[in-house]
């Protein structure tokens, strides 16, 4: 989880819809009621993201949009499987140089 800073903006300018756990506790499930009617709610616990709670019509359109999404045509640990071996086999200390290089930011 990342800190959530309440001046966040969403990816279309406007402020993030944030509630904190002391809004909440002080004003409880009129808060959200009012918060959806801006959108998905972000819920904070000690400043870090702890939730999003959703309107029943967004939650029910992202598990339709889950059913419809196609299943992949293989798993990844099937994906690794299929791979042919190499021609020219890497010793340990090879694979850490270069992942150490790759890594070297």
Known sequence: MRDIDVRDTESSGQPANVLTSAELKRRGIAAIEQALQRGPVHLLKR?????????EQHFR?????????????HTALQWLLMQPPSDQPRSKAAIDAELAAERDW
């Open 47 to 55: 400043n870090q993201a702890a939730a999003v709670v959703l309107s």
């Open 61 to 73: 359109e992202l598990q339709r949009q889950a059913a419809r999404a196609p299943e992949p045509e």
